[in-house]
């Protein structure tokens, strides 16, 4: 057995040096383990894509890149009016826009990250919608931010890095919230420059109060006879007529129009406005009124808007 025992190591002594000599030894490796450190999670949470669909923006023989994915910074929420606006509260004819962005101020010229104070109403499932639109009217970013369901306004701050091509571009910043029918209840908005580099030059906040007021209908008004009669005031955000839009909520449009606003008078803040609107319903339907207005260069971006819901009746 002790024979047998030597000639198997002797054989296998053999088969290891045959093997370096014929120069294989180098074969013989061990696996290696490279360890990865799993990535940081970072302490904001993005949201998915918010759901109701962008105005549809024209076609052009330029491709468009694609949206960044920007991350969404929330503070906890408060229903104090920031002292940016608190003087807009002072004035009581008029009242406090549903949704407001008092920092940056309107032309602010911005190097990136775009930080970000604004003031909302949330919308449905206490939601609202931040977007930046490039000057050729590619959407550079979009943001969801679960605000919580306050049944007040609420702030909060947010910010979107970028990158530009050119030296500086012109941009819109828009603030949206919507209701459970996808329909659009309010809209602001800041112009904006985005530079390359630079120190960024903040201005201060814009207009904060309500863009457009309707005073000869209520909330919940019901209205019958075939025709709606529209009094209200405008401040104009750019030279672009006033669109008056009558939405049911499959978002079908019952009816619209266009009014072209006034120059502001000396000292004030609107312009008065009136406006007949034919509608045609064979039942009582609910539906939510709509003002707003678009760019001038940019027919397909709104800079503000205002709704309330009425019913119309035949």
């Known amino acids: 057995m002790l024979l047998k025992h030597n000639i198997v190591i002797f054989l296998l002594a053999g088969v290891f ?29 993005s949201l998915p894509t918010a759901t109701p669909t962008p105005t549809p923006l024209p076609s052009t023989d330029t491709p468009v890149p694609p949206m960044q994915n920007t991350p969404i910074i929330i503070e906890q929420p408060t229903s104090i009016v920031p002292t940016e606006l608190a003087a807009d509260m002072l004035d009581q004819r008029f009242p ?3 949704l407001n962005i008092y920092h940056p101020g309107p032309n602010s010229r911005l190097s990136s990250p775009i930080k970000i104070s604004a003031y909302a109403f949330p919308g449905d ?9 490039g000057e050729d009217g590619r959407l550079m970013a979009e943001q969801l931010i679960q605000l ?5 306004g609420v702030s ?8 530009i091509n050119s030296a500086g571009e012109s ?6 919230s919507y209701d459970s029918y996808g329909r659009k209840i309010a809209i602001a908005s800041v112009p904006l420059i985005l530079m390359q580099i630079g120190d960024s030059e903040i201005e201060q906040p814009g207009f904060g109060k309500e863009p457009f007021v309707v005073s000869s209908l209520p909330a919940g008004t019901a209205v019958s006879g075939g025709t709606l009669h529209i009094k209200g005031v405008a401040h104009p955000f750019s030279t672009s007529p006033l669109i008056i839009e009558l939405i049911k909520t499959n978002g079908g449009v019952v009816a619209s129009k266009q009014v072209s606003l006034a120059a502001i008078p000396s000292g004030e803040d609107y312009a008065s406005f009136a406006v007949d609107i034919p509608y045609n319903v064979t039942q009582n339907t609910p539906i939510r009124l709509s003002l707003r207005q678009s760019m001038d260069h940019a027919p397909f971006l709104d800079m503000a808007l205002s709704s309330e819901l009425i019913i119309l009746q035949p």
């Open 17 to 45: 040096l045959s093997a370096c000599s014929a120069g294989h030894i180098g074969d013989l490796s061990v696996p290696t383990t490279t360890l990865t450190a799993p990535p940081l999670t970072a302490t904001a949470t």
């Open 148 to 152: 919580g369901n306050a049944s007040g």
């Open 171 to 176: 941009t819109l910043l828009t603030l949206t």
């Open 96 to 98: 406090i826009a549903l």
């Open 125 to 133: 499932q206490g939601k609202v919608t931040l977007q930046l639109w």
């Open 156 to 163: 909060f701050t947010s910010q979107i890095p970028f990158e």
